[in-house]
């Protein structure tokens, strides 16, 4: 048995404060007024005692593999390299999101491809067979314009490498792109030189003419993707009418809306609602879009993910919590209880509770940051950092 005692321990919608956390095997026993026999006690000295982060969009693991253009490293050295560091961030289960694209309009990424797309799959589906700090997950990002990917999508969810699925379309003039200046700012940007304007009106017009997958293809892969218990998302919704379809077609998730009216209206259909903790921040959105921070004080904001920066996560909670005024438990919830929701993951994963798995973080505030002191995965103790001056 493990014991946490002398810790402010987050509950769904409470801190307790005054007990003592007792951890049996890899699960959450209960709660004990006295300090009992144990294999060994922890002293949180009146720091925070949290649950595991649960970060259902990341691409990460990406920024480990290809730091540079030419500098490919292998996916498994990358992955472990990648765990450490997220582990040290709070996050215990992390959803890796890797993504198919037709074309290379953001970009040429060799990661990007079937072949490896499928290879860091894989790797994430047998890693648990071997040694890990952390719970992995894989989250396949699906561009619909990607008629050829169908089949791979469906294939992956057959074969249970994907435990999380969402559907994106960054054409320009709606979404993410509803800002053409924007649309033509960015393209320059990821291929890295200017683009001329007869070039861009060329462009514009095959991606408004392009292929992209029928209602009745996603409606069949939101349905085999629920057959096998797999969370189905969109991305960048930005209409109400958008969100209808999404709710016909079988959606759970909105990730990232455009707009609070949207992320409003997501909510009242029914769909866990994504923001990124980065564009918390940053003071608003990179692509000028909805400012998450205002989405959760709209009350319009379920999870918050870590996107692109991982470090956003911890800092997000705290600083929406100290700047804000937002109870603590509320937006602790927000990165553990709600996305283990979202995920189907609830039953075992998301908050402090008598039965559930004893993934858990201590957290200080140092120099007026949250820092994490310990790290506790299935019940053990796989990081514990000491700060001095």
Do not use: W
Not at 274 to 289: C, M, Q
Not at 334 to 349: C, H, I, R, S
């Amino acid at each position: 048995m493990i014991a946490i005692k002398n810790g402010r321990i987050v509950l769904e919608d409470s801190i307790l404060e005054g007990k003592v956390l007792l951890i049996e095997g890899d699960r959450i026993l209960g709660f004990s007024d006295e300090v009992p026999e144990a294999e060994r006690v922890i002293d949180a000295h009146g720091r925070y005692v949290t649950p595991g982060f649960i970060d259902i969009h990341s691409d990460k693991i990406e920024q480990f593999i290809l730091p540079r253009p030419t500098a490919k490293f292998d996916f498994e050295l990358a992955l472990k390299e990648c765990e450490r560091e997220l582990l040290h961030l709070g996050i215990t289960t992390i959803y890796h999101s890797l993504s198919l694209y037709k074309d290379e309009m953001f970009g040429k990424s060799p990661l990007r491809t079937q072949e490896n797309v499928q290879k860091i799959a894989d790797l994430i589906r047998d890693i648990h067979e071997r040694n890990h700090l952390i719970h992995h997950r894989f989250h396949l990002r699906l561009e619909i314009d990607n008629i050829g990917a169908y089949g791979i999508a469906k294939e992956m969810i057959e074969k249970k490498m994907i435990d999380e699925i969402s559907f994106m379309d960054h054409s320009p003039g709606q979404g993410q792109y509803r800002n053409l200046d924007l649309y033509y700012k960015v393209l320059e940007k990821y291929q890295n030189r200017e683009i001329r304007e007869e070039e861009f009106a060329e462009l514009l017009e095959k991606q408004n003419h392009k292929d992209v997958l029928s209602f009745g293809q996603m409606k069949e892969l939101c349905e085999l993707a629920h057959a096998n218990g797999i969370a189905v998302a969109s991305h960048d919704d930005d209409t109400k009418e958008k969100l209808q379809i999404n709710e016909k077609i079988g959606v759970d998730i909105s990730e990232f809306p455009i707009n609070i009216e949207t992320a409003k209206e997501a909510r009242q259909l029914g769909f866990y609602t994504v923001v990124g903790a980065p564009n918390i921040l940053l003071g608003g959105s990179h692509s000028g879009n909805m400012s998450a921070a205002e989405a959760i004080e709209a009350g319009c904001a379920d999870v918050l993910c870590s996107d692109y920066y991982p470090p956003a996560i911890l800092h997000g909670v705290f600083k929406m919590h100290e700047k804000a005024g937002i109870d603590l438990p509320q937006m602790i919830q927000k990165a553990t209880l709600n996305p283990a929701k979202a995920v189907g993951l609830a039953e075992d994963y998301g908050s402090i509770a008598p039965g559930k798995k004893a993934d858990l973080l201590i957290i200080d505030i140092l120099d007026g940051y949250p820092v994490i002191t310990h790290v506790l995965v299935d019940g053990r103790t796989t990081s514990r950092v000491e700060y001095r001056r």
